[in-house]
């Protein structure tokens, strides 16, 4: 099976797999490596996993402060996926089909925190002594993260260029340049 159908299944296979790492990475940083009781595992000079709770989306913006914020951002970021998901079957590039997978499944694996313990865990902690370049985040943040440069690159890079055989809108063909 070759195809467009083919490449959305593959971006499905993607972020269904970008899914189960990070809930199966989570699993393991967070509870079977301890870092729910520690807090904090120092890894590299540059490096630590850092237990965080994440009760906001981006950046912490939109902070749940309550049941019905933690629904209510479960619920938009639930429509947000669906949104991801409808694009990504609608696309037929494989380029950004991948890249909406990677939005996809982190999106995805972010709701199931949010919908499991009212936070999404967070635990990659990049430094440069007390500087840190990025906040605390997780395997589906950088999926999403990259998911969204791949689209934002393509979409400034990549412009379509009109076909010089094509014709104009006087029915000639247009001159070639």
């Known amino acids: ?62 902070t749940a402060g309550s049941v019905e914020g933690r629904w209510a951002l479960v619920a938009m970021t639930a429509a947000i996926a669906t949104f991801v998901l409808v694009w990504m079957l609608r696309e037929r590039k494989m380029v950004e089909i991948a890249a909406l997978a990677l939005v996809l499944g982190g999106a995805l694996g972010n709701i199931r925190d949010r919908y499991t313990f009212g936070y999404v865990i967070d635990y990659a902690d ?9 906040l605390i985040f997780n395997l589906a943040d950088a999926a999403i993260t990259i998911g969204v440069l791949i689209i934002l690159a393509r979409s400034l890079l990549s412009r379509e260029k009109p076909d010089a055989a094509a014709p104009t809108a006087s029915g000639n063909a247009a001159p070639e340049s």
């Open 1 to 62: 099976m070759n195809g467009p159908w083919a490449r959305r299944l593959a971006g499905i296979v993607v972020a269904v797999l970008v899914f189960i790492v990070d809930q199966v990475l989570k699993q393991w940083i967070a509870w079977d490596l301890g870092l729910y009781n520690k807090g904090l595992i120092e890894l590299l000079p540059i490096f630590d996993l850092r237990w965080t709770q994440n009760f906001g989306v981006s950046l912490g913006l939109f």
């Open 126 to 134: 990049l430094h440069f002594g007390s500087f840190r370049p990025f």
